[in-house]
């Protein structure tokens, strides 16, 4: 895919939302209202900010396209690895590389429900103050 082209982007970041976007090749431009419904942080004339708290951007050209915000440039920025499937239309963003530091290093894990092989529901945090092991299985 090369070139301006204009179809739908979804991208997984806390929630998984979808939006109109230009594809400048392979990279997603969508537009300033839209980067906070994406990724929570607006595009201001002090850089990225979220709430009270503003990343400065030395180089705004990086970030801006005549279309819109360069979405993955903004992902970067935050340090928050983003994976991308032009042809599928779809952008996954990552917690930042500090989030991930902190709970590697913390040992914290998200809290999460799944079903046992009789179907009853146990959370993670069941068994808060022992040692866990979780296995995982893909057939494919």
């Given at each position: 895919?090369?070139?301006?082209?204009?179809?739908?982007?979804?991208?997984?970041?806390?929630?998984?939302s979808?939006?109109?976007?230009?594809?400048?090749?392979?990279?997603?431009?969508?537009?300033?209202?839209?980067?906070?419904?994406?990724?929570?942080?607006?595009?201001?004339?002090?850089?990225?900010?979220?709430?009270?708290?503003?990343?400065?951007?030395?180089?705004?050209?990086?970030?801006?396209?005549?279309?819109?915000?360069?979405?993955?440039?903004?992902?970067?920025?935050?340090?928050?690895?983003?994976?991308?499937?032009?042809?599928?239309?779809?952008?996954?963003?990552?917690?930042?590389?500090?989030d991930?530091?902190?709970?590697?290093?913390?040992?914290?894990?998200?809290?999460?429900t799944?079903?046992?092989?009789?179907?009853?529901?146990?959370?993670?945090?069941?068994?808060?103050?022992?040692?866990?092991?979780?296995?995982?299985?893909?057939?494919?």
């Open positions: 895919m090369t070139g301006l082209g204009r179809r739908p982007l979804t991208v997984i970041a806390e929630q998984a979808t939006v109109e976007a230009v594809w400048d090749d392979q990279r997603p431009i969508v537009s300033p209202e839209a980067l906070g419904e994406l990724l929570g942080w607006e595009w201001r004339a002090e850089g990225l900010c979220r709430e009270t708290v503003c990343v400065p951007v030395a180089d705004r050209s990086h970030v801006e396209h005549d279309e819109g915000i360069d979405i993955l440039a903004v992902a970067e920025i935050l340090d928050r690895p983003a994976v991308i499937d032009a042809d599928a239309g779809l952008l996954v963003v990552g917690q930042p590389a500090g991930r530091f902190e709970a590697l290093h913390g040992r914290r894990a998200p809290d999460f799944l079903p046992d092989l009789t179907g009853a529901p146990h959370s993670f945090s069941d068994w808060a103050g022992r040692k866990r092991l979780l296995v995982a299985f893909a057939s494919w």
